[in-house]
């Protein structure tokens, strides 16, 4: 069974940072590309970083500069330090883990973990 935990959200200011962690299991984590994606109340869930099993990342406009996405497959886990928050980051944040197979791309989500950035 694929699980995929995050952990780490929380209430923070505006300005303060926070990382948060997902921690993969039921799946060959290296192979995998992962990403974190966020949901604010009444938006579409939009990418906000991604890492390829090859550690290349790739980052929202908006999160550049900011935000870290980085991977450790010792651990099967794939981490987002976010710095210099903005109220306009609060949203639900989850993780993905996607890997392309024939016939069918595996794809698979974290319950989502709630960052709220208020002062």
């Known amino acids: 069974q694929v699980q995929l935990v995050e952990s780490g959200g929380g209430l923070v200011q505006p300005g303060e940072s926070l990382r948060l962690s997902c921690a993969a299991s039921?799946?060959?984590?290296?192979?995998?590309?992962m990403g974190w994606y966020r949901q604010a109340p009444g938006k579409q869930r939009d990418l906000v970083a991604a890492?390829?099993?090859?550690?290349?990342?790739n980052y929202a406009d908006s999160v550049k500069g900011r935000f870290t996405i980085s991977r450790d497959n010792a651990k099967n886990t794939v981490y987002l330090q976010r710095n210099s928050l903005k109220p306009e980051d609060t949203a639900v944040y989850y993780c993905?883990?996607?890997?392309?197979?024939?016939?069918?791309?595996?794809?698979?989500w974290g319950q989502g973990t709630q960052v709220t950035v208020s002062s």
């Open positions: 890492v390829t099993s090859g550690g290349t990342t």
């Open positions: 993905n883990a996607k890997r392309v197979t024939i016939p069918t791309p595996q794809d698979y």
């Open positions: 039921g799946i060959i984590f290296r192979f995998y590309a």
